[in-house]
């Protein structure tokens, strides 16, 4: 939860509230000033905050936060072709915005708290339009675009370093990010990382070590276990915050068995796992860019073979478990062709399951079963605690709780909160939310996704 006053925390529970916006714009670069609009040129600001989309399973999948900016074009300043207008020019994808909800206080002042850090993508606004839009992402969704580099297979790394590889992989440091340390107790004997998206990867890792994966307002990416859970931070009720409650009995998303595999890795001995004939090599040397293994992904390299390679030479090598890149230098006038040939040990896997059953849920659905198979997992002990965690979340039909409030734009993801409906029949439960979706056009709102904090543990 985000540190505020004595004053907020009273003025945000009031019956009557003034809660305004404002967002600033680096319309000239990040490292000019921004541009700063305030409640007069904003129709509205609305805020999309959650730790997993909809994906697939019950688990979700990596996620990033979104913002809607609906601002003022009474004199068609935001209109992309006036040539006369104070924005011509600047109105771009990968802007950098910080928006803002304040808070009038009793002694009339505002208390203002960032939103985060975002960078727009498309804007939206006809001549004559009375309003324009900017979609907005935050950083996550920019990491999360990028391709998998080239990374070396590792042997016995904790959870803890397997993100901290892939985040420096992309090039962050360690001030971009902050891992549960938890993460440094449980070690994973074989790590590779999957060709494709940082999205992928870092889906992969969350479903594999029951995390989540979020950008906090400070811009660091924050990277939690799920069932590591505080005391509620706030008590929402429904003579101050909550507009009404509901908690689905949706038997469509209940499983009463999890079902999770066991991939054992295995090192396969020496073949020829990439064979490329007639590579051209000018006189300037050439750099042969992640070629793609045959088999991947690979345990180790053992030798390069370039036959007819007098005058080459390699400069440099960069290794990863699906591909390398040669540098390859030339020391004659010459263009030469040679072919290249990798030879190496590409990994297999020893397979097995572990299935386990809720009774109760069995008993009212029968045998219906959530299937998990992630490279990650690579022991039954594992396997058995990945599916009895998920169980104990996909059996209960109740475990998810919706709630529609005024909203505390100081909440954020992973706190847990009290909420207490007694109109709706919701007694004292602590939640954790998993989506906020704050709607400002005016007045505030936000409506809730949660989870019930005794299925998350």
């Not at 915005?97 to 009339?108: K, N, R």
Request: proline share 4%.
């Amino acid at each position: 939860m985000i540190t505020t006053t004595a004053a907020y925390k009273t003025a945000i529970k009031e019956p009557a509230r003034n809660i305004k916006p404002k967002v600033e714009i680096y319309f000239d670069g990040e490292s000019s000033p921004a541009t700063e609009l305030g409640s007069a040129n904003i129709a509205g600001i609305d805020f999309l905050n959650e730790t997993q989309a909809d994906g697939g399973t019950p688990l979700g999948v990596v996620s990033s936060d979104e913002i809607l900016l609906t601002l003022r074009n009474d004199e068609n300043q935001f209109l992309a072709g006036n040539a006369s207008g104070p924005y011509y020019g600047k109105l771009l994808p990968n802007i950098k915005i910080i928006p803002y909800y304040g808070l009038q206080l009793a002694d009339e002042t505002f208390e203002w708290l960032s939103l985060g850090e975002y960078w727009t993508t498309d804007w939206d606004v006809n001549s004559g339009d009375a309003f324009a839009t900017v979609n907005c992402q935050d950083r996550l969704f920019k990491l999360g675009e990028k391709d998998i580099p080239l990374i070396p297979t590792a042997e016995d790394s904790t959870r803890y370093q397997v993100w901290e590889t892939l985040f420096n992989a992309i090039g962050l440091t360690a001030s971009d990010y902050d891992i549960e340390a938890s993460l440094a107790n449980d070690t994973v004997p074989i790590v590779y990382y999957s060709k494709g998206k940082v999205r992928n990867a870092m889906t992969e890792l969350a479903e594999a070590f029951n995390c989540n994966a979020t950008v906090g307002r400070n811009g660091k990416i924050i990277v939690t276990v799920n069932s590591t859970l505080s005391a509620s931070v706030l008590t929402m009720q429904d003579t101050d915050l909550i507009y009404t409650s509901n908690m689905p009995q949706k038997f469509s998303n209940v499983y009463s068995e999890v079902k999770v595999q066991s991939n054992q890795p295995t090192v396969k001995t020496s073949q020829s796992i990439l064979n490329v004939e007639g590579v051209n090599i000018p006189s300037t040397g050439r750099t042969l860019d992640e070629l793609a293994f045959s088999s991947a992904p690979s345990a180790f390299i053992e030798y390069i073979k370039i036959p007819k390679s007098t005058h080459l030479s390699i400069n440099s090598i960069s290794i990863g478990a699906q591909g390398i890149t040669l540098n390859i230098n030339n020391d004659v006038s010459a263009q030469k062709s040679v072919d290249v040939e990798i030879f190496g040990h590409p990994m297999g896997t020893i397979q097995d399951e572990v299935e386990v059953r809720d009774t109760p849920a069995y008993n009212k659905i029968g045998v219906k079963q959530l299937s998990i198979d992630n490279y990650l997992i690579q022991s039954n002990e594992e396997a058995t605690i990945r599916a009895t965690s998920i169980l104990t979340l996909v059996s209960d039909e109740s475990a998810y709780v919706e709630l529609s409030t005024r909203g505390d734009f100081s909440l954020e993801l992973n706190d847990v909160i009290t909420a207490i409906d007694t109109t709706n029949k919701l007694s004292s439960t602590e939640v954790v939310p998993t989506r906020y979706n704050y709607n400002y056009n005016g007045g505030l709102s936000c409506d809730i996704i949660s989870v019930k904090k005794s299925a998350r543990e």
